[in-house]
């Protein structure tokens, strides 16, 4: 199943500290997603649906990657 080559970005933010995260949504398999960039190790993001307490969903900068 392919799903990011029809996604629609939602929103996009660039937090005080320079980091960026966009929320992405793909039709074709129901999925939503958040990415980031130029985070810092401990940064933090977290997802939740209005209306289903209890569904939050996040991830934490762990390493640096040296591309």
Sequence with gaps: ???????DTLATHR?????WMELRHSRECGTTWARTWCGRIGDR???SVPGRAG???????GNEEVL
């Design 15 to 19: 937090t005080t500290t320079g980091a």
């Design 55 to 61: 569904a939050v969903h996040g991830a934490e900068v």
């Design 45 to 47: 993001i977290e997802m």
């Design 1 to 7: 199943m392919c799903c990011a080559p029809q996604l």
